[in-house]
């Protein structure tokens, strides 16, 4: 960056590969006029990622003990923090993890609607269990579902992007998720953040988080994070401040928490300034997602049903890349055609849509926001009804590999 701001020519494609170039300058002039979902835009190969948006869902309880913690506090207010704690520990997860393992951000594959992703997580918090599907494909939406028995923990929700473009690509996340703790029979609405992508002119993009989101109780009390990146001058980027307050009362809050939320933070008590608790990823190990071997997958689940395509961009076999991707395209193609011949709609495994939403309305409404269903072709519940009718995650006793 130059001191006022402007992008070095120097800069531009530094961090992409020589024979990429060309691609990479295509990819920026096609980004410029676009506006839609990230699904349907075109990457150059060098930054195809080798994993499928439905696993994303896995991201929301890679910390399988501070997701439970909330269910063991008695007092209201301390829960609604530990909540806050938890969902804060999530983002790096969520959307910095693979840009450090992979050196950046890459454009994840686009699922296929009825693409499953199913896992687990054992540790001293017992089973945590995770199933994930998509279930649009027109928009793309994935909804999940995580839940931890013993602890009586269960979050649920669903997602989809829009996207434009104004220097750079800003994505609109729309959908929202629930956390519920059954030992207080109480709820905990969380909206989405906005985020945009940095580094696209060097050729290393990353995410970066802006705007706010809330997290709404039926408790009475609501947490407010405030994103800031790194901007031109100073600051450190990842930036973030939250406050969580008694409903209605923002300027009387309780606990304060800033840092940054790829690195360590800090929460304190709003009147004494005292410090009441900290965490910090690098400390906070994540515990490894189990999920079954690849042979004992159903046809649906993702690393089965994409693993050809997964091989090849891995070889940097572009070729094989195109031809593994349309084969499963085109049998999608079919089988939508096929049901519209045939005047049904694809049968969803774990989900269903609802037209009652009272928990979204009565803690959306304290908040303003909408609904959104016309963006995400309706609102998604998980389905235990569905679910006990599906096949377990998992066949056998002690299968699966461990990823990462």
């Keep these: 960056m130059t001191s006022n701001g402007a992008t070095n020519p120097k800069d531009e494609g530094a961090a992409v590969p020589p024979q990429a170039r060309g691609s990479w300058s295509s990819f920026l002039k096609s980004i410029a006029s676009f506006n839609g979902d990230l699904s349907s835009m075109t990457a150059p190969p060098f930054i195809l990622s080798t994993t499928s948006l439905v696993e994303f869902s896995s991201y929301w309880a890679e910390h399988p003990s501070v997701f439970i913690a909330p269910a063991a506090e008695k007092d209201p207010a301390k829960r609604a923090v530990l909540v806050l704690k938890w969902f804060l520990s999530t983002l790096k997860q969520q959307y910095a993890s693979r840009s450090e393992k992979l050196g950046s951000e890459k454009k994840p594959l686009n699922p296929f609607l009825g693409e499953l992703f199913l896992g687990k997580w054992e540790d001293e918090a017992g089973t945590t269990q995770l199933v994930s599907e998509q279930v649009s494909h027109h928009p793309p939406v994935t909804a999940y579902c995580i839940w931890n028995s013993r602890a009586g923990i269960r979050l649920q929700g669903y997602n989809a992007q829009k996207a434009s473009f104004s220097r750079t690509i800003n994505v609109k996340q729309i959908g929202h998720a629930i956390l519920h703790i059954d030992e207080y029979d109480e709820d905990y609405l969380i909206t989405l953040p ?151 709609e694809w049968e969803r495994r774990f989900f269903s849509r609802t037209d009652k939403f009272p928990l979204f309305e009565k803690l959306a409404g304290k908040l303003g926001e909408q609904i959104n269903d016309n963006l995400t072709n309706g609102v998604w519940q998980f389905d235990a009804e569905k679910a006990s009718e599906s096949r377990p995650p998992f066949r056998k006793e002690g299968s699966g590999g461990v990823e990462k």
């Design 194 to 344: 906005s985020l945009h992508i940095e580094g696209l002119i060097t050729g290393s993009p990353y995410v970066e988080l802006n705007r706010c989101s809330y997290i709404q109780s039926t408790s009475g009390y609501t947490a407010k994070i405030d994103y800031s990146g790194k901007g031109w001058i100073s600051g450190k980027k990842n930036s973030f401040a939250a406050v969580l307050y008694p409903e209605g009362k923002e300027k009387e809050p309780i606990y304060t928490v800033d840092g940054q939320w790829t690195d360590a933070f800090t929460i304190k008590d709003a009147k004494t300034k005292k410090v009441i608790d900290t965490y910090d990823p690098k400390v906070t190990k994540t515990t490894p997602l189990i999920v079954a071997d690849i042979e004992e997958q159903d046809e649906m689940e993702s690393r089965r049903a994409w693993k050809k395509v997964a091989d090849a961009i891995a070889k940097g076999d572009m070729d094989t890349t195109s031809y593994e991707k349309s084969i499963i395209e085109n049998r999608q193609r079919e089988m939508r055609k096929k049901e519209k011949e045939e005047g049904r």
